[in-house]
């Protein structure tokens, strides 16, 4: 069966340090790789995604994430975070079933707490 | 524009009672789900339908039946709610295309069934 491992369950930083958190999944098949943000009390929104091609995605509000085929990896990335991305962030896999049609297969999440 | 849009949004109601969450997506899309996100933030599918067609039925209790009248609508209802039930409730759309398959959520129901 699919899964995705986040590694990291809660990340505390000060703002403007650098960011990055794990994510594995094991799926030994084509897979479509995304990394959501939830702020509290609020929807999931899509920060990236990869399908094919470059293997170093960018996204919005600064973030970045990096497919590694052989280490069947994702991680997310940001260079200098603010306050404002605290939220819990999920990283998922989209994987077959059934033919195209996937259903998304979520990370634990990882929570993202910024210190002014 | 909501793209895709849940309601109600927040609902609290007693243990027994029978519930329904509405979802409608206007983004033209062919598929929709329902995401199920516990207390601990975990989340996971629990139906998929593809052109009204139920694709995806994960080992969720019967008393949870969804259905979809059309290819924009999902609706989730609920019988016989139990304490357990609580959680927040996210439904979701997407095209399918052989090179991707990008899936927008709604906005979420918070259910709190006490």
């Known amino acids: 069966a699919q899964s995705v491992s986040q590694h990291n369950h809660h990340v505390i930083l000060s703002e403007a340090a650098s960011l990055e958190l794990g994510c594995n999944y094991s799926y030994g098949g084509t897979v479509n790789l995304f990394w959501y943000v939830q702020y509290p009390g609020q929807h999931l929104q899509l920060l990236l995604k990869y399908f094919s091609g470059d293997p170093l995605v960018k996204g919005i509000k600064g973030f970045e994430a990096e497919f590694i085929k052989s280490k069947f990896s994702f991680n997310l990335r940001k260079p200098s975070v603010q306050w404002s991305d605290t939220a819990e962030y999920f990283c998922?896999?989209?994987?077959?079933?059934?033919?195209?049609?996937?259903?998304?297969?979520f990370g634990k999440g990882t929570k993202l707490s910024v210190k002014p | 524009d909501t793209a895709v849009s849940q309601t109600p949004k927040y609902l609290v109601t007693q243990m027994g009672n029978d519930k329904s969450i509405k979802c409608e997506q206007n983004?033209?899309?062919?598929?929709m789900y329902w995401y199920k996100q516990d207390s601990k933030k975990f989340l996971k599918i629990m139906f998929s339908y593809n052109n009204k067609e139920l694709i995806i039925n994960e080992t969720v209790p019967n008393r949870f039946s969804p259905k979809s009248p059309d290819k924009a609508h999902l609706n989730l209802h609920i019988n016989s709610l139990e304490l357990g039930d609580s959680a927040v409730y996210f439904c979701a759309s997407s095209q399918v295309k052989v090179s991707g398959n990008t899936i927008y959520f709604g906005e979420g129901s918070w259910l709190t069934v006490v």
């Open positions: 998922a896999v989209n994987a077959e079933y059934g033919g195209s049609q996937g259903n998304l297969i």
């Open positions: 983004l033209g899309h062919d598929t």
